[in-house]
């Protein structure tokens, strides 16, 4: 009895991860612009992953497995805001601006002059000083 | 039911590597490899159970810690223009 309700808590779990990591993955790919598809992205990283690994560990029981579970798990916890935090200042550092941003307290509004060899539209007057 | 999340997360995987694809700019590649390596975690740990090996789990381990190194040091090549060398910050062609 209890074994069976271990094992449908754990399915659920794991079902429920790999849907939350295909809605991570669909809005990174439907979000306009990249900081929305940077926060769509957080969904895997931390939702996903997290359902994932809880129903592995509650399939597996009390062994060694769920160990080294628990260390993959704390790993993309510490890691992956690290890295979503080193995306976004280098994307602000390197000029690319929110979609939606209030554009009236850096510069009169004007279009993107240009794309430099990343792929981002820069405006190459007013760009944020480089560190 | 094993074989089922496998396929989830190998959509999504293929849906992130479409926007790495597709990206406009290199941090929005730079994001989907990230998500890429996230689901390839999760995936290397349900083959181990999808196969029942639990060395699998020890590489899901390995790729978790080369995922964060390869983004950071990428963003800090992107960011300075180099890699490791502080005093050339900054010197680089942009």
């Known amino acids: ?131 | 039911m094993f074989s089922a999340v496998t396929v989830l997360l190998l959509l999504a995987v293929s849906l992130a590597l479409l926007r790495a694809v597709l990206g406009p700019s290199v941090f929005d590649r730079l994001l989907a490899t990230n998500v890429i390596g996230t689901c390839t975690v999760l995936l290397l740990a349900v083959i181990g159970f999808l196969t029942g090996r639990p060395e699998f789990l020890d590489l899901a381990l390995v790729y978790g810690l080369l995922n964060i190194i390869g983004t950071v040091a990428v963003l800090k090549f992107f960011r300075y223009g180099n890699v490791a060398d502080p005093s050339r910050e900054g010197k680089a062609k942009r």
């Open chain 1, 1 to 131: 009895m209890t074994s069976l309700l271990i094992d449908g808590l754990s399915w659920a779990c794991l079902l429920a991860g790999g849907l939350f990591c295909c809605i991570g993955a669909l809005g990174l790919l439907r979000m306009p612009d990249f900081y929305t598809r940077m926060h769509a992205g957080s969904v895997t990283d931390t939702l996903g992953a997290g359902l994932v690994l809880l129903g592995l560990m509650l399939q597996a029981g009390l062994t060694l497995v769920t160990v080294k579970l628990v260390m993959i798990g704390l790993l993309l916890f510490f890691s992956s805001p690290a890295a979503g935090h080193a995306l976004a200042k280098a994307a602000i550092s390197r000029g690319l601006k929110p979609l939606l941003a209030d554009s009236d307290d850096t510069s009169p509004t004007s279009p993107p002059l240009a794309t430099d060899e990343f792929g981002v539209s820069v405006d190459l007057e007013n760009a944020p000083s480089k560190p």
